[in-house]
């Protein structure tokens, strides 16, 4: 976003986080079904500390962050939940 802020932005450059929720969501859902759970809490917490070490840079508002993260944890359940893979992670 070279010489404008987020919400100046009017170009395909604020779409970029639509792209990264919707690979988030894919490569979640991936690794929870190889058993890798662990790795999505990373990426989740990553996605924090990476907001704290830019803060001087120009990013949404945190709770755009925040929603994001949540609607992904809740998509990723839901599916699993759909085609019955929730209650056998759970059980392990």
Known sequence: M?????RESSDGEAHTGLWIGV???????LLVIA??????ALIFGGKSFIRVINKE?????????II??????????LALAQFGWLAPLLAR
Do not use: C, N
Request: hydrophobic share 50%; proline share 5%.
């Open 2 to 6: 070279k010489g404008k802020t987020f």
């Open 68 to 77: 994001g993260t949540l609607l992904s944890a809740l998509m990723l359940l």
């Open 23 to 29: 690979l988030e969501r894919i490569v979640s859902y």
């Open 35 to 40: 058993g890798q759970a662990a790795i999505v």
């Open 57 to 65: 840079a120009d990013l949404p508002p945190a709770e755009y962050l």
